[in-house]
Every structure is written in C-alpha cells, then in structure tokens.
C-alpha cells in the first residue's frame, strides 16, 4: 500500500466551534463554485455520509428541491436507497 497524503496538522487561535464553521464555510464555497454555470445542477445520492452532505451543501446553495438520482440493488445488504429517499 503507497501512502497517497500525509496530514501536517497545527495549532490554531480558532475554536473548535469555529474550525467547524470555517470547514463549513469552505465545503459550501466549493460547492458554490462547482454549481455555477447554465443548467439546472443535480446529484447523485448514495444514501451515505459523503452524497448526503453534497446535496445538503447543494440545497443550501442552490435552493431546495435539487433532482437526485439514486440506484437501488435487490439484495438488501447492499441497498442504501431507503437512506437516499430520507436525505
């Protein structure tokens, strides 16, 4: 295995509450630039922790009622679209 990035972390002035809010800040300033643009933006939604958090930053920026597309799988360990469909 080939370590693709190592993290140097450093100590900040800023709160806790406010290194949240500035990662905020910047997941929803890249959200913003990446919606830009002619068409209507939609998502892909997995159902998991990472598609989730993209269509609530989208929705943010965006307004509501952003389309979504989502794959259900017969098998049920493998399906996450009831958590999709809750998103």
Same mark, same amino acid.
């Given at each position: 295995m080939r370590r693709l990035h190592?993290?140097?972390?450093?100590?900040?002035?800023? !709160? &806790?509450?406010e290194q949240i809010?500035?990662?905020e800040q910047v997941l929803e300033r890249a959200t913003a630039l990446r !919606? &830009?643009?002619p068409s209507e933006v939609g998502a892909f939604l997995s159902g998991g922790l990472d598609s989730s958090?993209?269509?609530?930053?989208?929705? =943010?920026?965006?307004? +509501?009622? =952003?389309?979504?597309f989502s794959v259900a799988? +017969?098998? &049920? =360990?493998?399906d996450e679209s009831p958590y999709a469909r809750e998103v």
């Open positions: 190592t993290f140097a972390f450093q100590e900040s002035e800023l !709160s &806790e509450s809010e500035r990662f !919606s &830009e643009g958090v993209n269509v609530g930053l989208l929705s =943010r920026v965006c307004g +509501p009622n =952003r389309h979504t799988y +017969p098998q &049920e =360990r493998f």
